[in-house]
């Protein structure tokens, strides 16, 4: 892990810093607020999943997935659905943040290469297809209604982790691998992984 000296800044510094970027909020004990980058470890730190875990795992990620040949050669954009992620890990955190992380990586700085079904908008979907099949609403699009896309690819993942403790302190190493799988033949044709582990005094609750 990274030393968390480097994070901390003199007391009026820190003062300075946290009055200008929470303007003036404090937390109920009257300590001021830090703001920080989401990439880096603060002194509120645990051995569990963290912020500057899922930039470093998604970012890497995002990368990968677009060297491969299905997508960088392909002739048209890759239709893409997101599938929930497999938790398995000790922390309960909010898993599909990871897949969201890196759909708004791909989206923002490679447009045009991958394209991403809004599979989890499809009851608001239909009921606006349906508006326009009976006429209640315009259709600025085809006005046969064609049906909805089908995907290429689902993009998943899954989390697992190992945990140590001891009167010594706590270890816990977790594993995020990713998986692109072909929606015709059920072939993974991407897989990657990013490997974290972490020791500490005490442990941390996560939410």
Known sequence: M???????????????VAGCASSGVKNPSGT?????????QGFVAGTGI?????VAVTDKMARSVLSIPQIANAVAPPVVV??????????????????TRIRSELNSKCRGKVMFLARDRMAALERERNLKREGAVTANSDP???EFKGADYFLTGTLQGLSTRTKAGTSDYI????QLIDARTSAIVWEDNAEIKKQGLED????
Do not use: C, H, W
């Open 144 to 146: 046969n209604l064609q």
């Open 82 to 99: 997101l599938e929930p992620v497999d938790n398995q890990t000790r922390f309960p955190i909010n898993k599909d943040i990871f897949l």
């Open 175 to 178: 594993l995020y691998a990713f």
């Open 50 to 54: 963290e912020s500057q875990d899922l």
């Open 32 to 40: 001021g607020v830090t703001q920080m980058r989401p990439d880096e």
């Open 2 to 16: 990274k030393s968390i000296t480097k994070y901390l800044l003199p007391l009026g510094t820190a003062a300075l």
């Open 204 to 207: 941390a609750a996560y939410r």
